[in-house]
């Protein structure tokens, strides 16, 4: 299945491009996109999977959008 | 303007009553029978490297349950927004007394303050950094690895020098904006439970529950599934509970000692330990042409971060984006920096860096109009951006934004348009008025709206209809006071057709509520009212199909009101109560809020604003250097207003906040140490200190808002200190440029001002002092 991967702050440097497509089989999840990025399993790792905050286990569908981030903050 | 039923009408809070009655719970009103009081030992040094930790004293006391320091925090005992530096507890150095050392458990509040004395820390004290100017310095002792400068953020557009060499005047001013408290009514408080499951329950106050567990849980190495946190109900923030504070601390001490445990923060240990608005330094030069056409505009600022990262990131690309106002300058180069000194700690505060840019922006361009010879909100009116321009460090003006018409209504208000009148109704029969001048000024802002580019910024709402017909709403923001919820009731009522009050609210929890991102950033009714906007109709939809089915018509002919469903002739109907006899009714809104293209830092920029001018009357006692604000004007653009008593009493909140920072308020730190951590040395404005305030939205409607709202929570604010500077300035013919302005200030101003001698001036302005208020109220003026 087809992923739209966006990825925040910190997490950018570990693709080229901060939004790309990535073929996943099916019953992935947020962290095994982490894990094939090689983003580190840290407590510092947010998912938002089509907009919707979700757990780093949770199981995708295909044509999902997924974003990796870091909860930071702003104003 | 759409008839609305709810949307834009003068409702009652639906938390008003138990509020007001005293039965709605805040976190430092909870306790429980065998409970454990923590306490925490802070920091004897602004700065020092710490030798030992003997704590055995301490828990031979009688009472005392547990005493904890690092050596007990299994994580990695860091915590922090942006970047984990602080320690929970420290270890091995200090950086600000208002560092954790030690925190005590014990049976009782007394216990727990005795055996903080017991505790023996031995301290070698290091190099203080006790200057942000210090800290820049190459050869300066670095505070923590890597350096001094959290931040620095550099832009330059079009050409500097060429817009400058274009310039008929050009102002050049150096501003200081000083650290101010957050002056909430609630100092930081909560409660925290471990089960017999492990699971841990922390109530408290603060602004994001949802990032509170990550902090939780990365601190203390405990799984994120077993931590719930619950605020719903904080007791006043203003970005001072942005940032953890007492979440970490009671989670560690419930661990430990498997009993509900408490920790409320006095008042002075809230002043030395949690975050405050940045002191910033602002240097400006700003060139017009001699019609007022800004065309080029150097801003230099350097931020006093404070011992810990927390926001002062963020609040530094809040002072570079908001460094040229709301206005079109074509030429422009902004540098800034954050730093680390040993100066408390500073982070998020209503306005985030757009405060203390509009301070000096605002006060740039009454000198220009003074120099042009130009009516102030003239020049204004002539620079605002418009729906359209490109602006700031360059980007679009996209979404609905109303500036431009807050100007031209504060042009056309009597206390501008008639000032000269109103300056010279003064009652000069009057012995107290016989030293006062009138002065009536004016500022513009503008804030963006949410968190910027480059964070997700998402929102939503569980909307459901129960199975006794109520409707329910999950939020997972946090009312911290300025109303949020009741606006967000008035969106869903609006679409189901049910009064506000009867919806029950469910808020910010992180087991039963949605992650709606933070309580911060002018962004709660913008946001989480879309996502309810969108959860309202699907339930509202699928309302209709289950009625649809039982009355056996379209779904698209019936119309909910009052608590059921309706045929269009009215002459059938279906209650809400026999829809969800099947089983409750869930529908989720997610809605993110838009982003610019373009990105110049992680947080820049803002796509959405807000805006507001306000007009202020001052009166300045030249005898004793007072200044009373009489009146203010207000008129914020914050699109669709949802409830007029909402957005008047942000306003009017705003304001006094506004009055206290460029009169009164100030964090006074000497070499690192607090000389101020009272409300009676910390001066906030009083009640009769309040001057006559009138509100007068302007409504540009925002597409993406629900109903074309926006927000409103930190516009409010951020004119109001650079009016105040204006007017004082337009009533006695002096500037300043660095707040708070003190009577002390004033009058060595106007002795420097005038040749005459005030000899006898100060002796009757003595007297005067005396009687009006008491050694206590000047002492830190």
Redesign the interface.
Known sequence: MTITV?L??AYRSYAPESEFAMELPEGATPRAIAERLGIPR???L?A?V????APLDAVLRDGSAV?L?Q????? | MAAYKYIGKRITRIDARPKVEGSLKYPSDIYEKGMVWGRVLRAAHPHARILSIDTSEAKKLRGVVAVLTHEDVKGSNRFG??R?DQPVLCSDRVRYVGDAVALVGAQTKEIAEKALGLIKVEYEPLPLVDDPRKALEKDCVPLHEGGNIVHELHFTRGEIDAGFAKADVVVEQTYRTQMMDHGFIETEAGFATVDADGLLTVRCGGQ?A??DV?QI??ALDYP?EKIRVIEPYTGGAF?GK?EVTVQILLALLALKTRRPSKIWFSREEHFISCTHRHPVEIRMKTGAMRDGTLVAHEVWALQDGGAYAS?SG??L??VVEHGCGPYLIPNLKVDGWAVYTNNGMSG?YRG???TQAHVAMESQMNILADRLGLDPLALRAKNVIRQGDIFGIGQPMLMAFGVDKTVEKAMAHPLWAERDRVKAEIDRSRPDNRWKKRGVGVACCFQ?SG??K???D?A?TTLELSADGAVTLYQGTIEIGQGSYTGIAQVAAEVLDVPPAAIRFVGADTKLT??SG?T???RVLYAAGQATLLAARALAARIREVAAKKLAVDAESLALADGAVHTADGSRSVSFVEIAAAGPLRE?G???IPVAKEEFS??LPHLVFCSNTQIVLVEVDTLTGEIAVKKVVAIPDCGTVINPINVEGQSEGGIVMGIGYALWEENVLEKGRFKNTGLSTYILPASWEVPEIETIPVEVPEGSGPFGARSVA?VVTTPTAPAILNAVADAIGVRFTELPVTPEKVIAALDKKTTVSHRDHRDRRERHLDCRHGSTRMATD
């Open positions: 966006s925040f702050g840290t407590a510092s947010w938002l089509d907009g919707r905050r974003s981030f909860p930071v903050g702003g104003g | 927004i942006e984990q994001y949802f990032r990550t849980s990365r994120e970005g942005d926001l963020p609040v690309c809040l998020a985030f860096g757009a963006g968190l910027g480059g964070l997700p998402y939503a949605l992650d933070t911060t950033a002018s989720e997610i809605f993110n992680m947080g930190e």
